[in-house]
């Protein structure tokens, strides 16, 4: 399956609207001007993702991790590799990477991925109208091919997974990271059907 | 109805709740869908110092009002919606305001990481979960590490930077800049010591305004620190009251660190870091700024050292030059007599290269078999001494020899030790080569000055030797001619033949001793003996040795001594020969019954005139031009051509133009013409000082007899009577009394009647030898005589001197010779 030009649009702007929320958010938080920024979006089937990732990033990740439930219900993760997440950490927190993944630095980036998270998720389930919990975000710092592992054994049924490229500007800097949002068929159909429904209305 | 497993389920989920709740080391609790608290865990409990009984039922924002105030209530609400939260630390520091109870935290809050999360019942969000980690331990290692590491980024850029940049005073500010970045100072000084004056001024500041950097520059409260080995820190900057304060009151500054830059013992100023927010600075901080101030401190030293060793570098490069470019030879050795060093005026002067000659002993400038001189100046050197020059020979590479001179001083090092020498060389052969030339041309000039006065006394004696020789000859000739032309007993035609010989040979002895003179006048060795003489006295003395001619040829002589004064400084002996000429001459050329005018007059002040007229043969004006030129007589006189009609070499005036001129005087010779007479004038200068009426004693007139004190008696003994009686004359005019005697009988008849002083005697006498007289009246009388000789021989000389004769006259007597005699005589 693949996104159409149009779906690509209507996704990126809507994830935009969660982002401007989580920049705001995050500017607020630390006194810096941030904003993120979406330079693609794709999807893919799990394996396929696996693959992409594996290109996109190597080494050890950083991964935050929340599963949400509700009416759609999904896997939603920000990868950040280890020197994206240790400079996003320093830019944010103005704390040199003295120690390297120390505690406080997991911590923000926890902090980061969940406010990442809940805005996008957020959006989604606005434009859903529908309400979704959400765990409380796990951070796990291990190579790439077992963060997929992990995804790959807990999901047995066929899925897919929606990889949005993030980018974070701040103070002068830019940090690259993907959110990656599993859903299951039915959630992913439900959701380009809004999507179109959202994009009329509002070209409309 | 709940299963037993059920049961067993519920009561193990109870356990763990009852375990959270109690013994969780971390603060849970929860809140209902209205955010009011359910429930309220121990950890809660003792940290937040509220039980749970205090809190439960009552809103979580009206316990913690704070929470609204830092506008955190949005993770609360959002949970409820569903929406989980993670606050970092990091981030948010707290999120309830608890105290932590670990110390070393600036703000004594606990440092908190929260979890805000939906509480889910089935479906529904029934309420909020908060989970709260007190992190405060944690926060303050990693501030501490931060803080680590801070400062390793400062020390390690001032490590590089200082150390690595040529100018590191001036890299302070940059520091500065860093250090503020990550230290939290807002202000730097930077105070040096200046080398020439000692004293500490502000270099440079950071974080001051300009004009108040002009305060700072004297600011005796930071230069004193210069001073100290401690760094000093001023805490609380407004509380301290003393005046010297004030100004960092004026910076706004509240605390400062000021720390001397000091290496090894040495002052270099001091560094100050200060903070305008901040009232302590903590000692770690003081720490690292101490270890950055050494480095400073270490970088200005060898920037200092360095400025120092380009001066002096630049100072050898400059002497180095100067010795490279001279043109004298420079080498240099150590110790062991190796050449250290050679500049190329070195190696041209013996044709070397440089590099063939250093790292050679200094031997092989030396030739075979000298002594090494300098080994020996080296040592005297060690003693003290600085500088020596010393001239020997060197050797060149083709094996030449040089004469050089040498300069040579030791080379010491920075303790004044002798740790080699230095010498300049000059090539002298040149020198020595002219100063051979010239002691050799001073010694051949020496000889051929020898020879010249050799000859020069070969000639006198030649002189004298011609004089004796041409005239011996004619003493006997003149003796018989005289005593013949006296015989009676021949008869009138021999007796006048003789006298005409006699006349004769004693004109050739006036010319033989004329010729004699012009010789001496020409040789330059005609001395004078000067002495005050009375002219008139002279003049009539030679009027006196003219007179038997002039009455001879019936001439009438006028004589007019007018003249005032008449002394004047001369030669009495040279002075009569030269109116003698003049006489002479007048007598000679003018014919018989003719008249002879002599005036003397003083025509101007100090000035005498000498005048002598004739009425003779006159000159031409070609002759009167030539006249005391020597060897004319006049062409007319002498009849042109062949005969010389009166006979002479015509010397006489150009002799006594000679004497004339040697007295300062003038002669001239004047003329109307043939047959007009003559006039010859001579002018001297008369004695100064003498004033009119002063007159040199006259002597008595011959005949009254006794002896005035001081006047010698002479007995005169000669038989020819002319010769008598002129030489009387002579001898009355000189202070002498005379008695004349014409034979020994005679003689010996006065010498028994009267006192004499001084015997005078022939010795060829008709009665005798004059020598016995001599020799008895020696005996008697202790009487001192002259002899008057026709012989000159030797034989008779050392007889006559062995009777008592002090010396002898050789007859025609001069009128010199008598004087030279006399004062022989009276010494």
């Known amino acids: 399956m693949e996104l159409t030009p149009s779906q690509k649009d209507a996704l990126t702007e809507l994830i935009n609207i969660g982002y401007a929320r989580a920049a705001a958010a995050l500017s607020d938080l630390t006194g810096h001007r941030i904003s993120l920024e979406v330079p693609e979006v794709a999807i893919h089937t799990i394996p396929e993702i696996t693959d992409r990732l594996e290109h996109l990033m190597e080494g050890e990740v950083a991964s935050v991790n929340q599963v949400f439930s509700g009416p759609i219900n999904g896997n939603g993760i920000l990868l950040l590799d280890r020197e994206a997440a240790l400079l996003l950490n320093r830019l944010l927190t103005d704390r040199p990477s003295v120690s390297g993944f120390d505690g406080a630095a997991r911590e923000v980036i926890t902090e980061v991925g969940n406010i990442v998270l809940n805005a996008c998720l957020g959006a989604f389930g606005n434009l859903l109208k529908i309400q979704v919990s959400f765990t409380v975000p796990a951070l796990h710092i291990e190579s790439v091919q077992n963060v997929l592992h992990t995804l790959t054994i807990e999901k047995q049924r066929l899925e897919y997974a929606l990889i949005i490229h993030t980018c974070f500007h701040l103070r002068a800097s830019n940090v690259r990271g993907y959110l990656v949002i599993i859903l299951g068929v039915t959630s992913l159909a439900t959701l380009l059907k809004e999507l179109k429904k959202w994009e009329d209305r509002e070209l409309g | 109805m709940a299963s037993p497993e059920d049961n067993t389920g519920i009561k193990r989920e109870l356990a763990l709740l009852a375990w959270i709740q109690q013994f969780a080391p971390y603060g849970v609790f929860t809140l209902d869908e209205s955010l009011r608290i359910q429930s309220w865990n121990s950890w809660m409990e003792i940290h937040s110092h509220l039980s749970g009984q205090e809190v439960i039922g009552r809103g979580i924002f009206d316990i913690f009002p704070e929470i609204t105030e830092r506008k955190l209530t949005t993770p609360f609400q959002r949970a409820l919606e569903g929406e989980s939260s993670v606050l970092s630390a990091a981030l948010h520091h707290y999120l309830l305001p608890l105290k932590s109870p670990i110390s070393g935290n600036e703000t004594g809050r606990m440092q908190q990481t929260a979890r805000v999360a939906p509480l889910v019942a089935g479906e529904q969000v029934c309420g909020v979960i908060v989970v709260i980690e007190d992190v405060t331990q944690r926060e303050n290692q990693a501030a501490s590490l931060i803080r680590q590491h801070r400062r390793d980024v400062v020390l390690a850029w001032a490590l590089v930077h200082l150390l690595k940049s040529d100018e590191p005073r001036k890299t302070v500010r940059q520091l500065f800049f860093k250090i503020a970045e990550q230290l939290d ?298 005593e013949s032309a006296d015989n009676h007993q021949l008869p009138e035609a021999v007796r006048l033949n003789f006298e005409t010989i006699r006349k004769n040979i004693e004109l050739e002895a006036l010319l033989i001793d004329d010729l004699l003179d012009l010789t001496r006048i020409t040789a330059g060795k005609m001395a004078l003996n000067r002495s005050l003489v009375d002219v008139h006295d002279i003049l009539q003395d030679a009027i006196a040795t003219v007179q038997a001619e002039q009455q001879e040829k019936k001439l009438h002589l006028d004589i007019q001594l007018n003249a005032p004064q008449c002394l004047m400084e001369g030669d009495a002996v040279r002075l009569q020969q030269i109116f003698w000429n003049v006489l002479k001459n007048a007598v000679k050329f003018t014919p018989p019954n003719g008249k002879i005018t002599l005036e003397t007059s003083v025509p101007a002040e100090g000035q005498l005139l000498v005048r002598v007229t004739d009425t003779g043969i006159g000159m031409t004006p070609e002759e009167l031009a030539r006249i005391f030129t020597g060897f004319t007589q006049g ?140 020799d008895e009246f020696r005996a008697r009388f202790g009487l001192k005589g002259i002899a008057l000789t026709g012989y000159g021989m030797e034989e008779d000389i050392t007889r006559s001197r062995a009777v008592g004769f002090v010396t002898h006259l050789i007859k025609p007597v001069r009128i010199q010779s008598l004087e030279q005699a006399l004062a022989l005589v009276k010494r």
């Open chain 2, 635 to 774: 062409d007319h006189a002498g009849g042109g051509g062949g005969s010389h009609r009166f006979g002479g070499l015509g010397l006489g005036l150009a002799i006594s133009k000679n004497l004339v001129e040697l007295h300062g005087g003038k002669i001239s010779a004047e003329s109307d013409g043939p047959n007009q007479g003559a006039v010859f004038v001579i002018a001297f200068p008369l004695a100064r000082g003498i004033k009119t009426g002063m007159e040199p004693a006259k002597p008595d007139a011959a005949g009254s007899f006794e002896p005035a004190s001081g006047e010698m008696a002479v007995l005169l003994v000669e038989d020819h009577q002319v010769t008598r009686d002129v030489m009387a004359q002579l001898l009355r005019r000189r202070n002498y009394k005379v008695l004349t005697a014409d034979s020994i009988a005679r003689a010996r008849e006065l010498a028994n009647k009267y006192k004499l002083d001084l015997l005078i005697s022939d010795i060829g006498l008709p009665d005798g030898n004059g020598n016995d007289l001599m």
């Open chain 2, 185 to 482: 100072f807002d202000t730097f000084l930077l105070y040096l010591r200046d080398a020439e004056s000692d004293a500490v001024t502000l270099y440079t500041a950071g974080g001051i305004s300009d004009c108040l950097q002009k305060d700072f520059h004297g600011y005796e409260v930071l230069a004193e620190v210069a001073k100290g080995f401690e760094p000093v820190i001023f805490n609380v900057v407004k509380n301290h009251e003393e005046p010297a304060f004030a100004l960092l009151k004026e910076a706004k500054i509240s605390s400062a660190v000021a720390i001397p830059l000091r290496v090894h013992e040495k002052s270099l100023g001091a560094l100050c870091f200060a903070s305008w927010s901040r009232e302590h600075i903590a000692a770690d901080e003081s720490d690292l700024l101490t270890t950055i101030a050494q480095y400073l401190a270490t970088a200005v030293d060898k920037e200092n050292t360095n400025l120092e060793l380009r001066r002096v570098e630049a100072i050898n490069h400059w002497m180095g030059a100067i010795v490279e470019s001279s043109e004298d030879a420079i080498l240099s050795k150590d110790l062991n007599g190796i050449i250290k060093s050679c500049n190329h005026g070195a190696a041209r002067l013996f044709g070397y290269e440089i590099q063939e000659v250093i790292g050679q002993p200094m031997s092989l400038l030396i030739p075979a078999g000298q002594p090494d001189e300098e080994r020996d100046i080296l040592e005297r050197m060690r003693g003290g001494r600085r500088l020596e020059q010393l001239e020997t020979v060197r050797k060149r590479k083709d094996g030449t020899l040089i004469e050089v001179s040498l300069m040579i001083s030791p080379v010491m090092d920075a303790d004044g030790k002798i740790i080699g020498a230095s010498n300049i060389a000059r090539d002298i052969t040149e020198r020595r080569q002219a100063e051979q030339k010239l002691a050799e041309s001073y010694q051949r000039e020496k000889l051929a000055r020898e020879k010249a006065e050799a000859a020069n006394r070969t000639k006198d004696n030649f002189l004298a030797a011609l004089s004796h020789e041409l005239r011996t000859p004619l003493n006997p000739a003149l003796l018989i001619a005289s």
